[in-house]
């Protein structure tokens, strides 16, 4: 099974719908991510977790919320969605607390706003 | 701000070449540098990591160097194989942020057989 999950991972909604984008992972990780990337630009962070309780903007968090359940859960949602927040979604897990502190991200959802 | 850049934004090589990705960036202060993989509808694999203390790190038939002074940061791959075909995305953990990545744009490969 995969370490990180994330649901859905295709999904097509419309203008001004509210939108949940769910990770899941197995990692045990105490910090999580989530970027967004389109056609021809690098990554861009939009949110990030380090425990439970902690959580921060990124880059790009505006129109965007996130939620941290548990260790194990981040949720990141749009709460009324627009065409230009079409692009491919990841979550990513990493351990923290050192310089090698690799990212495992998951296989993205491909959101399409009409 | 951080600026990472990859040239060339694509590649194509025919099977057994031995080739080299490059990536520069603008601040020198990092604590590291990945390299990872991306093939369509799959997410990102980790490929490699150099510490800002580190000059070179290798995996199999990948070799990764870095040179921070200068921001450079190159990826050789030995002896190539269609499989190797995916994009290379390059990015740094920037010092002063111990969690930020800071990603290049890619590097699109495509391994000929």
């Known amino acids: 099974d995969a370490d990180v999950t994330q649901t859905p991972r295709n999904r097509i909604t419309k203008t001004g719908k509210r939108i949940m984008l769910e990770c899941s992972q197995t990692?045990?990780?105490?910090?999580m991510y989530w970027y967004r990337q389109d056609p021809g630009l690098g990554l861009q962070l939009i949110y990030y977790?380090?425990?439970?309780?902690?959580?921060n903007k990124g880059e790009i968090s505006d129109g965007y919320s996130v939620s941290r359940q548990a260790q194990a859960k981040f949720s990141l949602s749009l709460e009324s969605a627009i065409p230009n927040q079409t692009a491919l979604y990841f979550c990513?897990?990493?351990?923290?607390?050192?310089?090698?502190?690799?990212?495992?991200f998951g296989p993205g959802t491909r959101l399409t706003v009409l | 701000k951080q600026e990472v850049t990859q040239i060339p934004a694509a590649l194509s090589v025919p099977e057994g070449e031995n080739l080299v990705l490059n990536c520069s960036f603008t601040?020198?202060?990092?604590?590291?540098l990945q390299w990872f993989r991306q093939d369509p509808g799959k997410g990102l694999t980790s490929l490699l990591l150099?510490?800002?203390?580190?000059r070179e790190q290798t995996s199999g038939r990948l070799n990764a160097s870095l040179d921070k002074s200068s921001g450079r940061s190159t990826l050789y791959i030995a002896a190539s194989q269609p499989g190797d075909s995916a994009t290379y995305l390059c990015?740094?953990?920037?010092?002063?942020?111990?969690?930020?990545?800071?990603f290049g744009k890619g590097t699109l490969l495509t391994v000929n057989p």
């Open positions: 990513a897990t990493s351990l923290g607390g050192s310089r090698a502190d690799t990212q495992y």
């Open positions: 990692k045990g990780h105490d910090r």
């Open positions: 977790s380090f425990d439970v309780k902690d959580i």
């Open positions: 601040d020198s202060a990092i604590y590291n």
């Open positions: 150099i510490q800002s203390s580190q």
């Open positions: 990015a740094v953990q920037s010092g002063g942020s111990n969690y930020k990545l800071t």
